[in-house]
């Protein structure tokens, strides 16, 4: 058994809502695991990233995440998989032919958005603007900068897989482009997959939307990583989006001021216009 392709990132991109529309034809099983992280779980593991999920570090446990024989494609969605650079050569050397998936949204927004979920699960107090100018000291402050910052700098990350797979092996997909046409984005897909595009699918479920925790003391309770831990353990999935239902709210999403905007789209401004160079696309609207 091999997992055939692999939506590789990036994070706050649309991954989750590809990972469930894919998982509903059927011929494609997704693993039960949205994120597996097997391939970067030495890189994450050496970061002491601060998610706290149990390691998939067999290949025993990784293919143990597909249970399906009646299937013909099998896939995952690590967004890990983008930033870190060992990545593309250990997909490769499990499987050649792979196919790759890498969604891209405003850098921007992408950042704050990350940002937002670390905030809203009690892991980061600090403000946006304290991490990204480096005047933070909180601990884990260089790996905030990097995973609000850095892996929304895309061109070198997207270059390194160009430079392992064959082109005709990668399909980016435009957040902007996914949102407004769902249908149309996923049928590309499975025309990319080389399956039957014409089934049909419902996309009413929006996945990953703005909600914060009901009050303080579930925000601090939920940022006790070792105890996330735990309770992954012993409570089945569904008792676990059971909890997470119950224990936050829907919520306006906070809006990232013009000041801030501003100086990350000079930060970014030369990524995006390489990014445009390597992808034969035009991404300038991120930073008008």
């Not at 494609?28 to 149990?54: A, C, H, T, V, W």
């Not at 107090?125 to 304290?130: I, N, Q, T, V």
């Not at 014409?198 to 006790?224: D, E, G, H």
């Not at 809006?255 to 801030?260: I, M």
Request: aromatic residues 16%; positive net charge; hydrophobic residues 35%.
């Amino acid at each position: 058994m091999k997992v055939d392709f692999f939506i590789v990132g990036a994070p706050k991109a649309g991954t989750t809502s590809l990972y469930h529309y894919l998982n509903q034809h059927a011929d494609i099983e997704m693993s039960s695991e949205k994120e597996p992280d097997f391939f970067s779980n030495s890189s994450l593991r050496q970061q002491g990233l601060y998610y706290g999920k149990n390691p998939i570090d067999t290949i025993e446990k990784y293919h143990s995440l597909f249970k399906k024989e009646d299937v013909i494609l099998r896939g995952e969605a690590s967004v890990s998989y983008l930033f870190y650079e060992e990545v593309p050569k250990n997909i490769f050397a499990y499987n050649p032919d792979a196919k790759i998936i890498i969604m891209l949204r405003s850098p921007i927004d992408r950042a704050f958005s990350h940002y937002l979920m670390d905030y809203k699960l009690g892991l980061n107090s600090e403000s946006f603007e304290a991490i990204i100018q480096k005047k933070s000291e909180h601990k884990n402050a260089n790996l905030f900068y990097q995973q609000y910052i850095k892996l929304s700098e895309y061109t070198n990350q997207i270059k390194r897989y160009l430079e392992v797979f064959k082109k005709q092996n990668i399909l980016v997909i435009d957040y902007d482009e996914f949102k407004k046409q769902n249908s149309d984005t996923v049928n590309s897909v499975f025309v990319f997959l080389g399956l039957n595009s014409k089934q049909k699918f419902s996309y009413k479920k929006k996945y990953n939307t703005y909600n914060r925790p009901r009050n303080s003391f579930i925000r601090y309770v939920y940022s006790l990583v070792s105890l996330r831990k735990i309770l992954v353990r012993i409570f089945p999935d569904f008792l676990i989006i059971m909890f997470r239902e119950f224990l936050f709210t829907s919520d306006k999403k906070p809006k990232l001021n013009k000041s801030t905007r501003d100086a990350l789209k000079k930060h970014f401004a030369s990524d995006i216009m390489g990014l445009s160079k390597l992808l034969n696309k035009d991404f300038a609207k991120w930073i008008r």
